[in-house]
Structure formats: structure tokens, C-alpha cells
């Protein structure tokens, strides 16, 4: 019989768009080199020859490319600075020297070529420190995805796996057994020695055990198929930087697709920038979304109403911008009869919202074809607001006016309501109504959010 953890879909979710939103958090905070070069007002002495040298190198650069509107462009900045007198003794001691195949520098003040070398050793030591940061933004990353296909194997084991195939093989000696000390400990045991040791393997063995063992085959899914590329060479990226110093070798060439070994060669240092790691937590939401999904119609499949009132909140959060993953799932719950009516339309509305919260007015033929009235009023709202007709505010307020307050809260947070035009009047309405349901709470008359 399966336990009844029906939270579990909800918790685990979150921890994981928790672990992915610390990492993005932790990614804007750190801001150690990302300067604007021309914000010369608090830079340091050698910060401002490193600059003035850098306008220099680029003035011959383009001299020796014949670039000279580029010329006229760095002169011109230059020209700025030609009252300050530190400036002045920068352009007297300082020269870019242009060579048969490179450039060379000659600074000629020994205060100024102090300066400046300080000031690049300072610089080299924020590199290795930003180089770092990004290192361990990649090996967080994959820690993540590795919690979450922990989390969905332990239960798994626990509360779907009736007939115990997977532990059935797994034995225990004496010894260990009677320092466990009971059966229960002992397949807690178990579990944890097998999803450590599938840990161990290739990301490819994880989504072979997700088809074998669970039934759900990622891999054959067109909707992420090219994720699944991304996804494992960001895993070889993170075994680099923990065993290799970062540098590519063959064992990193043979287990990555064809398509993204370009432009690399052996003992080369991987470039983890910001960038590349916005990227890749895309992909492994959009991923980790899915897979969820997958598990979740197995293990709520005698629930598949509780199953989306765990998951579609969570989703919603990821409509606008982000939205590959949500607009897959709703678009198949739309379309699952398990599902009771009322949320296979809201499934359907939350599909629509995908398209027309990121400015793609392509679905609105099928909008048009969407059958609003057999939902009932606040669909044929929906439909409205989703095609943007004229009347579709004045009937929101209207809607919102005929229902109770905790309804009243709760459609608020739709995000359907983000494509309603806010008049003064509409703004007026949310303003005074909150007024009222906070007057009514505090007489005691508590509304609860769903």
C-alpha cells in the first residue's frame, strides 16, 4: 500500500527551486571585479594607469587596423581627462609599443610602475577569486539536481516499490546487520548504499535507472532532449573542476556531445562565466520541473486533483520568462482526464497565460477555440481577459465583487489578472476591498489563503 505523503511533490519542489534560487541570489551579490571600465572617480592610482594604458593599447591597435574612427573615438576620451594632472604625468611616463606579432608597455615612473603592478596583482588575485566563485556556482548547481534524483529514488523505495525490486538482491552480513541493529535501520540502510552508489555513476546511468526502475524515460523526451546534452556536460564540467583544476582532458572530450566540443582543446581551462551559468540553471529547472511532473502523475495517480494543487502554485511562479517547463506541464494536464474539469480548464487557461505573459499573441486561435462557457463564469472571464477585450476589465471588477473574500484573495494572485488593464477605478476597487478584509480580520473574521 502506498503511505500517504502527499506533501512530498510540494517539498521537494520547493527545496529544489530553493536550492537553484540561492545559487542566482548568491551569483547577483558577488560583484568583486564587475566594474565599469570608465568610471574613473574611486579608482586607485594604478587602476587609473591600468585604464589610461588600456585606451592607449587599443588607440594603437586600431592605428596598426586602420580603424580610424575607432581612433578619433579613443582620442576623444582621452581629450576628457587632459586638465587633470594625474592624467598628465600617466600620458608623460607611460608608452604602448607596437612589435612585429604582440604589444609591450614601457611605464617610466617607478611610483607609477609600482602602482600599477599593484594594482594587476590585486586584479589577478579578484580573478582566481571570481574563477572560483563561478567554480563553485557549477559544482552547487549539480549538488542540487543530485539532492532532487536522491530524494525521488528514497521514495520511490519507500512507497511505491511494492513488490521491493530493487532491495531484493541487496543483502546484508550478520555482523553489519546486528550493529544496525533492526530490519527497519537495515533498509534504510540499503537505500541509502544504492542511491549512493548510483550517485557514483554517469548522469546517463541516472536516466537509465529512472527508465528501468520508475518508468520514466527522460532521455526519449523530445521536449528536453537537448537539455540533456547541457545537463551532462555541466556534470563532466563539475567532475573537471573538483579532479582536473578545470583544464579539458580526454575523458571530458569522450563524454560530452559532438556538438559542444568546438573551439576546445586539451588542457585548456573551461570558461564557467555568468552567462553560461544562467544558462545552465534554466536547464536544470526546466528539467527538474519535468522530471517532478513525471513522478508525480506515478505517484499521484490515484490523486491527480492533489497532485495539482501541490504543483500548480509552484509552477505559476515560473510562467513569465522561464516558462518551457510550465507550458509543457499545463498543456498535458489540460489534456489528462484524470484530472477533475474544473482543473484541466485552469490548466488550460495557465498553457494560454505561457504564451500571452511573454508577449506571443500565436495562441490566440486556439484561445478563440477554448469552449469557456461549459467552466462556468470565471472562465468565460478568462477567455476574455486572455484575448484582451474591450469589456474585460469592467467585468473583472465585476466578477471580483460577486465573490467572498478568501476567492477574492486568491484570484488576485492568478497571474491571468497581470493582462487586466489597471484603471484608476480598478486600482480603486482592489484598495478599498483590501480595507475592508483587513477591517474584517481584525474583528476577528480571518480569511485563509488557499
Not at 574613473?40 to 594604458?53: D, E, M, R, W
Not at 529512472?210 to 563539475?238: C, G, H, S, V, Y
Amino acid at each position: 500500500m502506498e503511505v500517504d505523503n502527499s506533501s512530498f511533490i510540494n517539498t521537494i519542489t520547493s527545496k529544489f527551486l530553493r536550492h537553484l534560487g540561492s545559487i542566482e541570489r548568491l551569483k547577483k551579490s558577488y560583484n568583486l571585479i564587475d566594474k565599469e571600465e570608465t568610471d574613473t572617480a574611486n579608482q586607485s592610482l594604478g587602476q587609473f594607469v591600468a585604464y589610461i594604458l588600456h585606451l592607449k593599447f587599443r588607440k594603437v591597435e586600431a592605428q596598426r587596423e586602420n580603424d580610424w574612427d575607432k581612433v578619433i573615438e579613443i582620442e576623444g576620451i582621452l581629450s576628457e581627462f587632459k586638465e587633470d594632472p594625474m592624467f598628465k604625468a600617466i600620458d608623460k611616463n607611460t608608452v604602448v609599443h607596437e612589435t612585429d606579432d604582440d604589444y609591450s608597455i614601457t611605464i617610466e615612473s617607478g611610483l607609477l610602475r609600482k602602482a600599477y603592478n599593484d594594482f594587476i596583482d590585486n586584479s589577478l588575485d579578484l580573478a582566481y577569486d571570481d574563477s572560483q566563485f563561478q567554480n563553485s556556482l557549477i559544482v552547487s548547481l549539480v549538488i542540487g539536481l543530485e539532492i532532487l534524483v536522491a530524494e525521488i529514488f528514497k521514495d520511490y523505495v519507500n512507497n511505491l516499490d511494492i513488490s521491493e525490486q530493487v532491495l531484493k538482491d541487496k543483502k546484508l552480513d550478520f555482523k553489519l546487520l546486528r550493529e544496525i541493529g533492526s530490519v527497519e535501520e537495515a533498509k534504510s540502510f540499503l537505500i541509502d548504499q544504492y542511491i549512493e552508489k548510483l550517485l557514483r555513476t554517469s548522469f546517463n546511468d541516472w536516466l537509465n535507472e529512472f527508465k528501468d526502475t520508475i518508468k520514466i524515460d527522460m532521455a526519449r523526451n523530445p521536449f528536453i532532449k537537448n537539455d540533456i546534452k547541457l545537463i551532462n556536460e555541466t556534470i563532466q564540467r563539475r567532475h573537471l573542476i573538483i579532479h582536473n583544476d578545470g583544464r579539458v582532458n580526454d575523458l571530458y572530450f569522450n563524454k560530452i556531445d559532438h556538438s559542444l566540443r568546438e573551439n576546445l582543446t586539451k588542457g585548456e581551462i573551461l570558461s564557467s562565466d555568468y552567462g553560461y551559468i544562467d544558462k545552465r540553471i534554466a536547464t536544470f529547472r526546466k528539467f527538474g520541473l519535468i522530471l517532478i511532473y513525471l513522478y508525480g502523475l506515478k505517484k499521484q495517480r490515484n490523486n491527480m486533483d492533489q497532485f495539482f494543487i501541490q504543483y500548480n502554485g509552484l509552477l505559476l511562479l515560473y510562467i513569465k520568462g522561464e516558462s518551457e517547463a510550465p507550458r509543457y506541464i499545463f498543456k498535458a494536464w489540460a489534456e489528462n482526464d484524470k484530472l477533475s474539469p474544473i482543473y484541466q480548464a485552469m490548466s488550460k487557461v495557465n498553457y494560454f497565460l505561457t504564451y500571452k505573459l511573454n508577449d506571443d499573441d500565436s495562441i490566440n486561435n486556439e484561445i478563440m477555440e477554448f469552449d469557456a462557457e461549459k467552466y462556468g463564469n470565471s472562465f468565460i472571464l478568462a477567455k476574455k481577459i486572455l484575448l484582451e477585450d474591450a469589456d474585460a476589465e469592467k467585468e473583472t471588477i465585476k466578477y471580483l465583487s460577486e465573490i467572498d473574500n478568501d476567492d477574492f484573495i486568491n484570484t488576485l494572485t492568478w497571474p491571468l489578472l497581470k493582462l487586466v488593464k489597471k484603471s484608476d477605478e480598478f486600482k480603486r476597487f482592489v484598495h478599498e476591498r483590501m480595507d475592508l478584509i483587513t477591517k474584517e480580520e481584525m474583528d476577528g473574521e480571518l480569511v485563509e489563503t488557499k
